[in-house]
């Protein structure tokens, strides 16, 4: 079963609009990376965030992540239609092994 | 500088040949990793290299997959008798130690016959 579950499944906003994508998973981690996926292409990653941090800013992007909870979220702030994407978080697995375990996605539309 | 190369980025065989995917990962990178991702789908998590070493091969989805790193640089997965539920885009990426993030490739589109 997936480690890490997106939420929403997809998401349409307008342009300079907020996005917020959450993603929950189920076991204690060491670290939750988010990444971006342009159709066809590979992932880019966006942010790391280890398991003794609650927030990191970097640009217009900011990640949360609550240990308690299980559950980290992205912010996209004033969104442009460049951003539009899929985007996945990925948990490195609880066993010490180097294996991520990546979510679903949100695939998310920005409409300029 | 060069990011993780991919090779090749589309193979259409048919049902029961072998195919061989190719890596290359960023200079330096000692980390490397294998995903497949079906159509509309996340990553599912196949193999990954701490130098020519996989500690963790449990991925795999059955014994026709098998993988290998040599020199620390090139990977190779391999998909012996391939099945139509192969089909997929199979994604490699490195990164420059274990636990830090990763660069990925394009991918090698798999369709199977």
């Known amino acids: 079963s997936q480690q890490g579950e997106e939420d929403p499944q997809a998401l349409s906003i307008q342009e300079g609009e907020n996005a917020t994508m959450n993603c929950s998973y189920k076991?204690?981690?060491?670290?939750l990376q988010w990444y971006r996926q342009n159709s066809g292409r590979g992932l880019v990653h966006l942010i790391l965030i280890r398991s003794n941090e609650r927030e990191k800013h970097s640009g217009r992007l900011r990640v949360t992540l609550d240990t308690s909870k299980k559950s980290s979220s992205l912010l996209i702030t004033a969104s442009r239609a460049a951003d539009t994407a899929s985007y996945f978080c990925a948990t490195d697995a609880p066993s010490g092994t180097y294996k991520y375990i990546f979510g679903t996605g949100t695939r998310l539309k920005v409409l300029a | 500088g060069a990011g993780v190369s991919q090779s090749p980025s589309n193979k259409v065989t048919e049902k029961g040949k072998d195919v061989e995917l190719r890596c290359d990962p960023i200079s330096g990178h000692t980390a490397l990793y294998w995903y497949r991702q079906s159509l509309g789908q996340g990553l599912e998590f196949l193999i990954y290299f701490q130098g020519n070493s996989a500690p963790d091969k449990s991925g795999l989805p059955s014994d026709r997959f098998s993988a290998e790193r040599t020199g620390g640089s090139v990977s190779t997965l391999t998909i012996q008798r391939t099945q139509q539920e192969d089909s997929a885009v199979y994604l490699c990426?490195?990164?420059?130690?274990?636990?830090?993030?990763?660069?990925f490739g394009d991918g090698t589109r798999l369709s199977i016959l």
């Open positions: 990426a490195s990164s420059l130690e274990m636990a830090q993030p990763q660069h």
């Open positions: 076991t204690s981690i060491n670290n």
